[in-house]
């Protein structure tokens, strides 16, 4: 299985209602791109300071599902959409799991 982790940080001009269809577009992926056993799309509880702001988890089956979500064109079309125009930051990680 492989785990995909990615987290965001908004940039301090998008509002919520910008952050908010993002993370509702993160979180149709499941629906619209599939391949993935599991999707998390979740928001920072602001515990600390300094965190990012979203995280999404997507476990896959293999590389080869995990490589075909990642170059969907629905998948790229939501980050083209609703993530990169808002984004100030994003780190992500693919391990076996």
């Known amino acids: 299985m492989i785990r995909h982790v ?6 301090p001009a998008a509002d919520a209602e910008q952050r908010s269809s993002a993370v ?6 499941r629906e619209e791109v599939g391949g993935m056993t599991s999707l998390v799309v ?6 600390s300071d300094g965190n990012a702001d979203t995280v999404l988890i997507a476990d896959f089956p293999d590389a080869a ?7 969907d064109p629905r998948h790229q ?6 993530v990169r125009p808002h ?3 994003r780190s992500a990680v693919q391990y076996e799991a």
């Open 24 to 29: 509702a577009a993160l979180r149709g992926l």
């Open 87 to 89: 984004l100030a930051g």
């Open 65 to 71: 599902a995990f490589s075909r979500y990642a170059r």
């Open 42 to 47: 979740a928001e920072d509880a602001g515990l």
């Open 6 to 11: 990615v987290v965001f940080t908004w940039s």
């Open 77 to 82: 079309a939501v980050l083209a959409e609703h």
